[in-house]
Each structure stands twice: as structure tokens, then as C-alpha cells.
């Protein structure tokens, strides 16, 4: 008889319960915990010990002077700096170069649409430390690619301004480049969703009323397209602030991403609170972006 | 009502247009006078909106030329054609309010202060009836309302053509009758010239001053409602606009003012109305309308009087379709209802013997 109930409750709410539960579970314990493990060691006090810190007796059960360096030590702002204008920039190039891929995969016939879909996400079928390599090798000093470069900017400046090599490997720009080419793919398919859902007759809606392709561009298609922009600025910038490998691999040593930060704060430096706090600081400063998002999103879904 | 300048107000002539080897539209010419509402009329691909495109300029002619108000619009483009168009999905702009969409072709004029435009949108609302939900985003109104923002977004600029392209066929049936109405008062106050797309006979009936109807790329009859339905050019135009009755026929000869047909499927012959061009032994066809056929119980006195027997019939309240069995064809006749009554109020009931009949000048003769 309670089996019978239970069956029953199982195919009335059960299933729905388990289907939206799971994916929660998933969270709590792969993220959730693990965060709340960082944030626990963020206050803790480093110690020559192992694990390299300790909370209680000699030292307080709170320590938030991990906290207090991060906001003041100009490592971290410095490092927070150049990974948000990394990012930042990166972002904006992906936005400058996928929004009009994106457009243009949707006036192509269904036939070529497929086929230059598939293209936009090649790239990911190749290992993605290999790819940046390969940069590597192009960016490099003797490459026929620099090669290539150096010739042009010499052929085009004055004598007194001739250069050996074009310097790229070990700047920001190398960082940027890499990552706008790592990242464009998941600029042009967000992108792409919004845009292929647009009406095209409200273009010619437009344009019968008077306004010239660019303008039907602003007032029409743009404005539309907002939410698509907003989700692909969000999935370059967010894994872009945090990236390790390319900085690690291209950039300036000298000017670290925080994502070096952490490696070396837990790594070389044994200092885990550290790592800690200036993971948490991170978080935080993604998270605000993505509650704005999410803000912006609600109000468009409750509008509709 | 339609005033007709000398010089027609637009002028299509000879225009084609091949998508790949298909010919949407097959060397259409025709003219539409100031302020008339003209019908393009035809069942789904029979060219009609791919007309109605090029008038607009969102396709370019392969053959033929449209002069707009004596100009060939053949090098604008639609930005510059005061020419403005109602979507059949209305088109609206989902995300401006209803203001924005209807003072948006606005923005394009030049030397229009701000108030100027306030003022011409509020007129617009105004004119359709929407002036309480001018802050409202297009989601939140209903069906009938957004046809209606379309209409005055697209009359805004005060056009010199206005494109209707199927304006009821998104509304219910209450609504269309209305909005019919509507369209044809607002058409009346603002004086633009309307060109409607339509698949619905009878939308382009009551609008339209007149009506081209469009088949397989071509137009096979220009006329107002009464000619295009009392006098169809051809079996295809009689067969499109209401329903029909028709039958092989062959010219037997002349009397009077009078043609007699040999018509096999009635049994026999009967007289139409004269037409000149006919000679006898010429084969034609013999349409009459269902409801210009009269039933009785008893032989009516005239020609034309056909024996036959109630086949089934529909009773639709104010009147009643009849199938009637003739020796050799089934005819469809409509009758009104007059009398109220119980089952006493038909002319005739299932399997009553009945007569048939129909006045000379009642029947139409077509050669096409």
C-alpha cells in the first residue's frame, strides 16, 4: 500500500523533483562545498605547517588580513588590473569581430549556414594547449609570420625606426590576441541564437518606413540583440579574467594575471589563505557582473 | 469614392518577375487612380505579394516599369518611396512602445520639430483609436490593436500609396467585419490610395472600389465588385469570386435579343442574354450564380425552367443552400428564407419534386 503511494507521489511529483534536484546536488557538493572550503581558508592563518594553515589557539579563529592585502597591496590590484582590462579588451575585440560572423551566418542559405557553423566551432576538435602553441610558434622572434610583420612595418616606417622582430610573445597583446581567438566561438553562438531569432520582415518594416540599411541596424536589429551580446560579453570576460594558461604560456611575466596570482600564492608561496582570499575576491568581482545579468534578464523574460 | 485623374495616379506596366526560371508575375499592367482602394486578388502564389513587393521596392522588376505619381520608381529605394506598407504579420517593433512604432517613419522627416511629431503621432493614435495605450509595449495589447498601430505607423507619413498586405486575415471573424469597415472610413478621412492583397473574396468585395484578379502570375480581370461578379471574364474568374453553376454549352443560334444555347447537362436548350462575337456551333460555357436560381413546386411561367428533385439541402438560418438533382447535372441554388416558420417556412424539403429556373439576363455566357 505505501508502495503503491509512493509510486504514485513518484510519477505525480517525483520525477519532476529529481530531474530539477539533481542538477542542484551536482552544484552543492562540486561547487558549493569546495567554495566554502576556500572561503573557510581565506580566513585562516598561514603556518609553517600541513596543511599551511591554522585556525584557533596562537592564532585568531578570523583572519582577514589575507583580505586587508588583496585590497591594498598593489600586487593583487595591479594583477586584478590587468586581467579585467585584459578581458575587457578581449571581450570588446570578440564583440567588434563575432557580431558581424554572427549577422552574417544568418543571411546565408540553411546550406552554408551549417557548414559555417560547423567552422566557428572547429577549432575546439584540436587541444586547446596545442593551439596556443601554435601561437606561440607564430609569435615567436624567428617565425616567418613576424618575419612577415617585421618586413611590412619596415617597408612602411622610416630607416631610424626599422625593427628586428615585431614584439609580441611575453606582452598583453599576445595574451589578447590568444584569447580573442580562443574565445570567439563563444561570442558568435549567443550571438547567433539572438539574432536568428529576429523577424526579418521588421528590417523591412524599417526600411519602408524610411530608415537606410545602417539604421535599420541601429533602431532594429541591434537594440534586439542586446541579451545575445550581453551573454557572449559575459562568456569571454568571465573565463577570460580567470584565465592561467594563456598568460602563463604568452604573457608578461613581470605583469601577472590573477589567475597566476592563485597558482603561485598556493603554489610556490604556500601561503593558502592567501590563494584563498584572492580566489574569493575574483569571485566576487565576476558574480556582480553575472547578478546584473541575470537582473537585466528577468525584467526582459517578466516584459514579454 | 474613386476620383479618377486623367493621368493615373500609378502606372504598372508590363511587369515581370522570375525568381530562377519560376515567373511570379507574368507581364501585369495596370492603373490605379488617386485615392481609390484597389483589390489584387488571387489564390496563395498567384503573384499578388511579390506585386505588391515591387510596388514597395523590396523586389526589383525583371521586366516592365511602375511610375508612381509620373515617376519611374525603378532606381528608388524603398527608403525613399512614399510608399509605406501594412506587414500581414504587422510587423510591429517589439521592442518600442506603441508611440515609437507609430512616430517612427517620422524621424526620417526632415525639418519636423519634436512637437510637430508628438502632435502627428497623437493625431495618428488618435485616427485608429489607440490613444489611451500609446506608452504600452506591443506584447501588451491585443491582436486587433496591433493591426491597428500598423495602420497608423504606416499612414504616419502621410503616404502617397498605402500597401495592405492581407490586413484582416490575422482576425476573427467579428473583428474582420469591423475592421472592414474601419479601413474603409480611415481610407475615406486621409484620402491615400490603398492597394490590398487578399486572398478572401469577399474582403476584396467590400473594400475595394476595384479589383484585380490574379492567377498564376497573370491578371484576368479588372472591375469593379459588381462587374467581376455579375460579368466574369472567364470560367476562372466566375469559379474564383462566389460559387458557380456551370455547364458545357454549344450556340445555337439568335432570336430576338435573346442567345439560345444547347446546353446537354440541362437537358435541352435555354436562353441568355445576347453577346456579340458569338456564332452558332461555337462552344462556351453557361454560368449562373446559385442564387439566381429560383425554385418552385409548380412550372414557373418563362423560359428557361428546368424539372428536378431536392438532393439535400442546408439551411444557414436567413437562407438555405439546395442541392437540386437536374436528368443530367446537380445544381447548387440559395434561397432566402422569407417566411418564418417551422419546417412549413422551406420551398421544399428532401426528395420534393421541384422546378428550376432562371432569367435569360441572369445567365452568363463565357467564352474563356
Redesign the interface.
Known sequence: MSRGRFARWFDMRGWTLLLIGAPYVWLVILFLLPFLIVVAMSVATNTPTAPPFSYGGDHPWINLEPFSRVLTDGLYLRAFLTSIMNAFVAMVLCLLIGYPMALGLTRVSKSWRTILLMLVILPFWTSFLLRVYAWMGLMGKNSWFNGLLTDFWNFLVPLDWAIRSVPMMHTNFAVVLVMVYTYLPFMILPLYASLERL?P??D?????????PYQVFL??TL??SIPGIIAGGMLVFIPAAGELVIPSLVGNASQPMIGKIIQDEFGQARDWPMASAVAVALLVLMVVPTMIYSRYQAKAEG?? | MAAQDDAPFLRIEGVSKSFGTFEAVKNVSLTVGKGEIFSLLGGSGCGKTTLLRMLAGFETPTKGRIFLDGHDMAAVPPWERPVHMMFQSYAIFPHMTVEANVGYGLKHEVGLSKADRAARVAAMLDLVQLSPFAKRKPHQISGGQRQRVALARALARQPKLLLLDEPLAALDKKLREHTQFELMSIQERTGVTFIVVTHDQEEAMTLSDRIAVMDKGEVRQVGTPTEVYESPSSRFVAGFIGSVNSFEATVVGREASHLRLDVPALGGEVLTRDMPGLVAGQNVSLAVRPEKLRITKDRPEGPNCLAGHVKDLAYFGKDSLYRIALPGALVQAHAVNARRGDEGARIADWDDAVWVSFDPSSAIVLVD
Open positions: 523577424d520582415t521588421l523591412e518594416a524599417a526600411m519602408d518606413l524610411g530608415s537606410r533602431d532594429v537594440p534586439q516584459a514579454k
